[in-house]
């Protein structure tokens, strides 16, 4: 059974950074490909980052790019986003996500089985 726990989400002022976890069980980071979205109130969920690990490839939204960083530490099993110089509009719910391979555009959520809870993430100005 595969689960996939986030961590590390909390309030910063516009600038800061945070550091989100993702650990996972009953699934290989090392070589997988996982996603992490988020879901602002009232709006639909979207890609921020991906990585298919197995070829080394990552993947970034236009509006993070050059702030966020994926990475996975495989010794631990764990997925994590850096997210440096935080805006008010990243506020969200931050999900990590998993799945065997992409079929589509990797930040369709079709391409992932599995999803944790979320984690919030406030941006204050």
């Known amino acids: 059974q595969v689960q996939l726990v986030e961590s590390g989400g909390g309030s910063v002022q516009a600038g800061g950074s945070l550091r989100l976890s993702c650990s996972a069980s009953?699934?290989?980071?090392?070589?997988?490909?996982m996603g992490w979205f988020r879901q602002a109130s009232g709006k639909e969920r979207e890609g921020v980052a991906g990585?298919?690990?197995?070829?080394?490839?990552?993947y970034y939204t236009d509006s993070v790019k050059g702030r966020f960083t994926i990475s996975r530490d495989n010794a631990k099993n764990t997925l994590y986003l850096q997210m440096n110089s935080l805006k008010p509009e990243d506020t969200a719910m931050y999900y990590c996500a998993a799945g065997p391979r992409p079929t589509m555009h990797w930040a369709h959520p079709l391409n992932y089985n599995y999803w944790g809870q979320g984690t919030q993430v406030t941006v204050s100005s």
């Open positions: 990585a298919w690990w197995r070829y080394g490839s990552t």
């Open positions: 009953g699934y290989t980071v090392s070589t997988g490909f």
